[in-house]
Every structure is written in structure tokens, then in C-alpha cells.
């Protein structure tokens, strides 16, 4: 069976592969090692969110199709995310990283929603609709995507975000399409 899979991407210190920006883009092209990249969106430069001392973030989404089910998922892209030289146990939590992958959400084959609450796996990402950063990227690749707990479109989403003042424009600028 295939699943799509919607995959942001973040980076804010150099790795193996280059600069964030060229992290982000090394970690599109890894994605292809478990499926098809079908989308991707352009690179958003995002202002940090919690733990504000520390450079901004290169941001990005991706759309997959895999034959892989959500927690051999997760565990690749964590493989990924140490392929470029993240360890998160050692990291500051929402501190620097060269590479985090997130699982935001995942669908069987003719659309219907995946869900999951276990240990280190929640989906739909819990936080997804409260980051523009997320967002911003998503709804360039998929505007329409309804998510499947919230009721609302990704675009949706991204308005109510305006509304509360989260994350704003001036902190999430696309800078490479």
C-alpha cells in the first residue's frame, strides 16, 4: 500500500551537506531514498519560535509516497536527521540543529487520514497549525489538504494564524522558490 506523507523540514546550522539552505535541499533529495518526492515547497527564512537566541531557519515542506507505515516512517527520517549530523537526545530542546524532520501528516492511498498517539509519534503533528512556519510551506504545496482533526483547510489554517497574531509575516519570508 502507499501512503502520502507531509514532511517539514528545518535547518539552522551548517551540516555535512552545506549551508541550512543546502541542508533543507540535500534532505528533499534524501526523502526520494523512501519514495517518490512528488511536491515540494519553495525555502522560507523563519525567525526562531521559543527559544529565540539562536539563527534564523531555513523551512521547507515535502510531499511523499511511500510504502512505509507511520513509525518505520518516523524512525527513517530520524536516521535522516543523524545522517546530517542531529543527535536530538543532545540537543536543546526547540534549540539549534542541522536538520529536523517532522512527520506532520499522513494519508492512505485515496486520501484517508492516518492518526497516531503513541510514544514519540503523534499524527496529525500536534503543532503544526499553530506554526506559520509550517504552514506557509504546506499551503504552497498543498492549500487545499484538509486536516483531518481541525476540520479546516491548510489555507484555512494559515488565515486563522493572521487572525491570532501567531508567527507573523514579517517572521516567516519565502527567499528561494
Known sequence: MLYTAYIGLGSNLESSAGTPAETVMAAIRALGELGTVTASSSLYRTSPVGFREQPDFINAVARIETSLQPRPLLHTLLAIERRFGRERQLGVPKGPRTLDL?????????????????????????????????LEPL???????????????????????????????????????
Do not use: C, W
Open 139 to 177: 499551503a504552497e504545496v498543498a492549500p487545499d489538504l484538509l486536516h483531518p482533526t481541525l476540520g479546516k483547510t491548510v489555507r484555512e489554517l494559515l488565515a486563522d494564524l493572521v487572525a491570532l497574531g501567531a508567527n507573523t509575516g514579517e517572521e516567516v519570508l519565502r527567499i528561494q522558490a
Open 102 to 134: 517532522d512527520l506532520l501528516l499522513m494519508f492512505k492511498a485515496k486520501g484517508e487520514p492516518l492518526s497516531a498517539k503513541v510514544p514519540g509519534l503523534v499524527l496529525p503533528h500536534p503543532e503544526m497549525a499553530g506554526r506559520r512556519f509550517v
